[in-house]
């Protein structure tokens, strides 16, 4: 004779994990200019005018500052880049990445 008391088996729904994210850091110096950190805030990172002065202003107030969070892979493209274009005009500007917490 059939079970009949047996429980229908539940779908399993398997979610993607969303990729962990990492801040780009802005490290102050004594050496760039302000000009010139804006600007590359601006168009490397695409930030309005405005918040690359206050991005600017607060790593040369506290020593670094989080100008933005991407993925890591993304994230740590960008600060190369923001890094390199920096010392190739002559200045020790550094970016870093972390991982958000």
Do not use: S, W
Request: hydrophobic letters at 40%; glycine letters at 2%; a neutral charge.
């Amino acid at each position: 004779m059939a079970d009949t008391n047996t429980k229908p088996r539940t779908a399993t729904v398997l979610k993607t994990a969303r990729p962990p994210l990492h801040k780009v850091i802005l490290v102050n110096d004594d050496f760039t200019p302000r000009e010139f950190v804006v600007r590359l805030l601006k168009d490397e990172f695409r930030v309005p005018e405005a918040q690359a002065n206050v991005i600017m202003m607060t790593a040369h107030t506290k020593g670094a500052c989080v100008v933005a969070v991407f993925t890591k892979e993304i994230a740590d493209e960008k600060a190369t880049r923001a890094t390199d274009y920096a010392h190739q005009h002559g200045f020790p500007l550094l970016f870093t990445t972390e991982p958000e917490e």
